[in-house]
């Protein structure tokens, strides 16, 4: 029996995790490299930022995920570079990796168009520690406006600014809004936390721009009616410490939040492959990278216009597809090698079809905009769809039930478990 291929696959989210699984096979030697030793559910990301729920609830460690396949091993490790020539990928801590099929999954990170000196002063939200660091700065901030006796100080701890008008800074505002006007009703003395100042900065002239347009204007009316300051067309043109300047207007804010873009990870940069300007690898019609037909890329890290012409979207329904194309194009190479026919070039190979599933956000409590297929909702309807969707691709069982729980305490009692304060310096 010939040897079995080594798999390596960089990134444990939802492409490679999709990936992994569909190598469960002895023929395959997988391992998978991530820097974090859990999977992450990203889209509940923000609710873990706004106290809606806990770490624990939104994320697996991988290890317990692939625990039943026996051909994967579980790495935890930072990737340091990838020698394509070689075929090796060398490991901050745990030295060379050789290859004979590589996945490239290591998703994006917050981009900040040209400023990254702006991320000192305006984090984003891509990891749990993300998220549990802006829970911890909200909440600190309304603790010490309850003592300050400052108005203008009150005011600025008091103020979230939010960058960015796509479902992550709706989200985000709208569940700050509620934490503000809702959850914290009643549990302060001096402060009156409905006062608090929540802003969405959208450089755009809408928010949600990939929706349509009734229903950017459905939720900017019903984040504006729970007390939401939105500001379409408005450019963010400085960020410094607690303070951003927007449109020639300087706004004090202890909190802000930069929900505006996306950029790949800095590896790709020297591959020496083609990048699109977000640093995104531009794979294949199989998802194979140009000139390494062993090496693949899948998920936000890479740039895709499937075999219909269509552009992929960086969503996990995509990253998942795209993770189980890539396994299944591997499996072929391997038959293919088990038979001894001819290996197939990359323009030989299946190429990749995304299957959309529409697009959907969730503005607060019993409110939402989704559409798919050029049916679109809104309001209770959409937000209940929202759920549906979100707990069936969370994963574990475990993380369901808690979730569900959390969901049916906060909606039948107004309030959030979440909201302890930990990690101060």
């Known amino acids: 029996m010939p040897d079995p291929i080594r798999v390596v696959i960089l990134g444990g989210g939802f492409a490679g995790l999709e990936c992994a699984k569909g190598l469960d096979d002895p023929a395959f030697d997988v391992t998978l490299v991530d820097r974090q030793n859990h999977h992450l559910f990203q889209p509940l990301l923000y609710q873990v930022a706004t ?136 549990e302060f003395r001096r402060l009156d936390p409905a006062q608090a100042r929540i802003l969405l900065i959208e450089a755009a002239p809408r928010l949600l721009m990939p929706f349509d347009e009734t229903l950017s204007h459905y939720t900017e009316q019903k984040l ?5 300051e939105v500001r379409t ?86 990253a998942m597809q795209m993770g189980k194309h890539v396994a299944s194009v591997i499996r072929e190479v391997a038959g293919r090698r088990r038979r001894g026919a001819v290996e197939q070039s990359p323009g030989e190979r299946a190429a990749f079809s995304y299957r959309d599933k529409g697009i959907m956000a969730t503005i607060g409590r019993s409110a939402a905009v989704a559409s798919s297929k050029g049916f679109k909702m809104t309001g209770f309807t959409a937000w209940l769809a929202w759920l549906l969707v979100h707990l069936l691709f969370l994963v574990g069982f475990k993380n369901k039930v808690s979730v569900v729980l959390q969901w049916f305490y906060s909606y039948a009692v107004f309030k959030r478990a979440s909201r302890i304060i930990t990690g101060r310096g």
């Not at 996945?103 to 900040?112: D, E, F, K, S």
């Not at 043109?237 to 930069?258: D, K, Q």
């Open 224 to 228: 504006r009616r729970m007390g939401v």
């Open 51 to 186: 106290a809606g729920l806990s770490a624990p609830e939104i994320a697996q460690p991988l290890r317990h995920i692939l625990s039943g396949q026996r051909n994967t091993k579980v790495l935890m490790d930072s990737v340091a570079s990838v020698d394509l020539a070689g075929r090796r990928v060398i490991l901050e801590e745990h030295g060379e990796l050789p290859y004979d099929q590589l996945v490239i999954a290591m998703g994006a990170r917050t981009g900040y168009f040209g400023h990254p000196e702006w991320s000192r002063h305006a984090g984003g939200l891509k990891t749990l520690d993300d998220a549990m660091r802006i829970r911890r700065e909200v909440l600190s901030a309304f603790e010490r406006a309850e003592w300050t006796a400052d108005p203008e100080e009150r005011a600025r701890l008091t103020t979230i600014a939010i960058v960015g008008g796509g479902p992550t800074g709706v989200e985000l505002a709208g569940a700050f809004a509620e934490l503000s006007r809702v959850v914290f009703s009643g």
């Open 233 to 318: 067309g408005a450019t963010v043109e400085e960020v410094g410490p607690e303070y951003l300047r927007v449109a020639g207007e300087e706004i004090r804010a202890a909190t802000i939040l930069w929900a505006a873009g996306v950029e790949a990870v800095s590896q790709t940069r020297d591959l020496g492959v083609p990048l699109d300007r977000g640093g995104r690898i531009q794979v294949l019609a199989d998802l194979s990278v140009p000139g390494h037909p062993e090496v693949f890329a899948a998920g936000d890290i890479a740039a895709c216009r499937d075999a219909c012409g269509v552009n992929v979207p960086a969503l996990c329904p995509a």
